[in-house]
């Protein structure tokens, strides 16, 4: 019986211990959550007339980020994105860039895969602003005891839209769509 209580122990003890070592490995590691922004900035121009989807661009984290007291992404880290959609200028509209950012190179050269967009308004697409419009009509505008006051009231006809171009040195956020893992 006394043998029958050391192997149940032994077995006990071997169920248990990967409970530890995960627990372990867990507190090594810190996650950075989905929807976090992140500033950075684009140290090369780019612009909708001379992109073509796929081409790889690179941002530069502008300052550290912290997560406790721990320095997780350091100052000058690079975060490499390829653009992953054009909208090219039609009339009523300007052009447009989507970029997915896929991965981070920290400055001790840890390689973190993830899953971003440089963030903006408009369903993370850069540009895309409306246009002005061209012709203007005149519209008599009645007030009580004046005369009627002509008013310009735009039509329909919009301008043909410009490419969009991002400067080199534009601040731009990383937003994530995956939680990312630091080790």
Request: glycine share 6%; with cysteine.
């Amino acid at each position: 019986m006394d043998i029958f209580k050391k192997i149940l122990c032994f077995l006990f003890f071997l169920l248990i211990l990967p409970l530890f070592v995960t627990a372990e490995e867990i507190s090594d590691s810190l996650k950075i959550r989905k929807g976090a922004f992140i500033k950075v900035m684009n140290p090369v121009e780019f612009s909708t007339l001379i992109s073509d989807i796929g081409d790889e661009l690179y941002f530069i984290n502008t300052s550290d980020l912290f997560l406790y007291e721990t320095n997780v992404l350091p100052q000058n880290t690079k975060i490499y994105g390829e653009v992953e959609d054009i909208l090219e200028p039609v009339q009523g509209r300007d052009g447009a860039i989507k970029i997915l950012i896929n991965k981070i190179i920290t400055p001790d050269k840890k390689i973190y895969k993830v899953k971003g967009h440089i963030y903006s308004e408009n369903d993370n697409y850069i540009g895309g602003k409306p246009t002005q419009s061209i012709y203007y009509r005149k519209v008599p505008h009645y007030t009580m005891r004046m005369k009627p006051m002509l008013q310009a009231a735009p039509l329909n006809v919009l301008e043909q839209g410009k490419h969009t171009v991002v400067k080199p040195g534009a601040e731009l956020f990383l937003i994530l769509d995956e939680d990312l893992i630091i080790k």
